[in-house]
């Protein structure tokens, strides 16, 4: 079975602190991607990268930025934490470039305060 | 506009009440669709990938259809422990590697 694990189940922050988030996948996938998960708001895609050294953003990219040296690895940085940022932070990765189906970490409750 | 719609937003059944979840999409160009399940603060979990019209997958008390505008996931006799947050999702030749999620159908199964 795929396995994602994202470092931390929760996490509490005070605002303007740098925040990193990490995740590993242990299926030599090539993509992994970064969602958050808001209330009526559903899934909205942060970042991905498709390869080590590549990434490409999202829908909602700005205050984040990602890093990905390793190809099981893919960290996501809060740059200067908001309370905006308060939310579900969702770890995935998938197989191949073009896409296909993406297997979730179990998340990342972070709250900025 | 959201791309990827799902049906009803809530839905209470009764165990043993069977009844279906619609997702409907506006993407250029399919490339697969995929259901998700997930529970209360926990990630989603993958259930089904459908690639063409006509196309049928099974799982347990689960089923999920394919046309080409919409899909559903078909739930027969449900159980308490089937109650969660379901997820649909779409692969769109123009978006790429990502998948595009709708905002989900909470279910509540009552016994």
């Known amino acids: 079975d795929v396995k994602v694990t994202q470092s931390s189940r929760y996490l509490v922050k005070r605002t303007g602190e740098k925040v990193f988030l990490e995740c590993v996948q242990d299926?030599?996938?090539?993509?992994m991607f970064w969602y958050r998960q808001d209330p009526g708001l559903g899934l909205r895609l942060i970042y991905f990268?498709?390869?080590?050294?590549?990434?490409e953003k999202g829908d909602i990219p700005e205050g984040y930025s990602v890093s990905r040296e390793k190809k099981e690895r893919f960290s996501l940085i809060l740059e200067s934490a908001s309370t905006n940022q308060t939310s579900m932070y969702l770890c995935?990765?998938?197989?191949?470039?073009?896409?296909?189906?993406?297997?979730f970490g179990q998340g990342t409750r972070l709250t900025v305060v | 506009e959201d791309q990827v719609t799902q049906s009803p937003e809530a839905l209470r059944l009764q165990e043993g009440e069977s009844s279906s979840l619609n997702c409907s999409y506006t993407?250029?160009?399919?490339?697969?669709l995929f259901w998700y399940r997930q529970d209360p603060g926990k990630g989603p979990e993958f259930l089904f990938t459908?690639?063409?019209a006509g196309e049928e997958k099974e799982k347990e008390r689960l089923k999920a259809t394919l046309t080409k505008k919409e899909s559903f996931l078909h739930i027969t006799a449900p159980k308490p422990e089937d109650s969660a947050t379901y997820l649909c999702?779409?692969?769109?030749?123009?978006?790429?590697?990502?998948?595009?999620f709708g905002k989900g159908t909470t279910l509540s199964v009552s016994s």
């Open positions: 995935a990765s998938s197989l191949v470039r073009g896409g296909t189906e993406a297997f």
């Open positions: 299926m030599d996938h090539e993509n």
């Open positions: 990268s498709y390869d080590v050294k590549m990434k």
């Open positions: 993407v250029s160009g399919l490339r697969g």
């Open positions: 459908l690639y063409s």
């Open positions: 999702a779409v692969l769109d030749n123009q978006a790429g590697t990502a998948l595009i």
